[in-house]
């Protein structure tokens, strides 16, 4: 079975960047398999962020990341990563990386879409 583990987070200053890893532990044929990241602030529902396909060959961004925001992936590592710039107070938050359900189309990232989900790495961006 799929594991997805993700590393990186951690606290950092307004303006300053962060890459995420998310890692396929086990298991599954990882370059079939696109990839998205999520945020999860207390009280709130775990939000799509960004989705990056099987072959890196389509990506999406919500509004409030693009520009700020990238992923890539390294298929022959079995590793995903999101590197996260200029970064606000309102990015703080635990973020997970999550596995495309078999079938689907993820590019939305709509949460219910995806499975395997990675136990999450909190980032906080201080005032």
């Known amino acids: 079975q799929l594991q997805l583990v993700e590393s990186g987070g951690g606290l950092v200053q307004p303006g300053e960047s962060l890459t995420l890893s998310c890692t396929a532990a086990?298991?599954?044929?990882?370059?079939?398999?696109?990839i998205g990241w999520f945020r999860q602030v207390p009280g709130k529902e775990r939000g799509g962020v960004s989705f990056?396909?099987?072959?890196?060959?389509?990506?999406n961004h919500a509004d409030s990341v693009k520009g700020r925001f990238t992923t890539a992936r390294d298929n022959a590592k079995k590793v995903a990563y999101w590197t996260m710039s200029s970064l606000k107070p309102d990015d703080s938050g635990v973020y997970y990386c999550?596995?495309?359900?078999?079938?689907?189309?993820?590019?939305?990232?709509?949460?219910?879409?995806?499975?395997?989900w990675g136990q999450g790495t909190q980032v906080t961006v201080p005032p």
């Open positions: 086990s298991g599954f044929t990882f370059d079939r398999i696109a």
């Open positions: 999550a596995a495309c359900r078999y079938g689907m189309s993820c590019y939305s990232i709509r949460p219910s879409k995806y499975g395997h």
């Open positions: 990056i396909s099987s072959q890196s060959n389509d990506k």
